[in-house]
């Protein structure tokens, strides 16, 4: 069931809040964190549902932020979505009209769900950066997706230049299930590594995160190449025994070679955006890896240091 309050005030929101909780029992002290989504009217739909799918893994109470019209009189139309709705969490769906925009995070403080942490994300352009966000200011994590802007490389190059702990990027989030399978060739015997190769379509930061932590984490040059896609499309270890090759061009399996053993077929599908969400919530703390990871690509990329 869902209760509709336009043109409505925090204070009223807060108190058909607490209304629901008393309704129910105090549900909301089963909620293990708050998830800002600032959005837009236009992909407001799909960041909701990517954020109430990923609620089921992680109780949340979702407050989506949809800016609209700057020019307007200032306003709140509100969405409360009960428990149950769409998922064991909260959803509240905020609609600021005119200068409330700019003052989402005095909008929202008095939501925020008492002693959790707090999660904020951009499904569409983000801020470059995140943590001087008015919104961004009160999270413990802050995830953008670089994905979305026109030129995605430059977007994760120039954010990753303000990082500051508790950032991080679903770039970074698509190289999971490679990073695994990479590291999982290494548990078996092969020749030394000297090199490595990473091929995707253009313009896809994940391939380049990709490259830098095969650089850094085994020490060898690691290079760079474009292919049609989708994706990420192909992962070389180059050793003394051999190429060990895992390739995917279909986005849905690949296939992994080692010198002297027969192809094996490997399920790597990619993965929908509610799953790399989920998996960022399961870590509330700073992502060393990624850190470490990102600035390496900057230097690599740019050849400028990248302050701690």
């Given at each position: 069931m869902t209760l509709y309050l336009p043109r409505t005030t925090t204070a009223q929101i807060t108190e058909a809040l607490a209304a629901e909780r008393?309704?129910?029992g105090g549900g909301a002290m089963n909620l293990v964190l708050t998830l800002i989504v600032v959005t837009d009217e236009t992909d407001h739909y799909d960041a909701v549902q990517a954020a109430t799918e990923a609620g089921r893994e992680h109780p949340s109470r979702v407050i989506a932020l949809i800016l609209r019209d700057p020019d307007t009189e200032p306003a709140i139309d509100a969405e409360i979505r009960r428990p149950g709705t769409s998922g064991?969490?909260?959803t509240l769906l905020l609609r600021l009209y005119g200068p409330l925009a700019e003052h989402a995070d005095s909008v929202i403080t008095p939501l925020l769900v008492p002693d959790t942490?707090?999660?904020?994300w951009?499904?569409?352009i983000g801020p470059t950066n995140p943590v001087a966000d008015p919104v961004g200011r009160l999270a413990n994590r802050r995830i953008t997706d670089a994905h979305r802007a026109a030129d995605p490389v430059a977007d994760l190059l120039e954010r990753v230049r303000h990082y500051h702990p508790g950032d991080t990027d679903l770039a970074w989030t698509r190289t999971t299930p490679w990073r695994s399978l990479l590291a999982s060739t290494m548990d078996q015997a092969c020749?030394?590594?000297t090199g490595a190769e990473v091929s995707a379509e253009a313009h896809h930061?994940?391939?380049?995160l990709l490259a830098a932590w095969l650089a850094q984490r085994l020490d060898v040059p690691a290079r760079r190449h474009v292919s049609t896609g989708p994706g990420i499309t192909e992962a070389v270890l180059v050793t003394e025994d051999g190429p060990i090759t895992i390739s995917r061009k279909d986005g849905r399996v690949a296939t992994l070679h080692r010198p002297g053993r027969p192809l094996q077929t490997v399920a790597l599908s990619r993965r929908r955006v509610a799953e790399y969400l989920a998996e960022e919530l399961r870590?509330?703390?700073s992502d060393e890896m990624y850190e470490l990871t990102a600035k390496f690509m900057v230097e690599r990329l740019s050849g400028t240091e990248v302050s701690a």
């Open positions: 008393h309704r129910v064991p969490g909260e942490p707090v999660v904020a951009w499904p569409g020749g030394w590594v930061p994940s391939a380049d870590r509330l703390d």
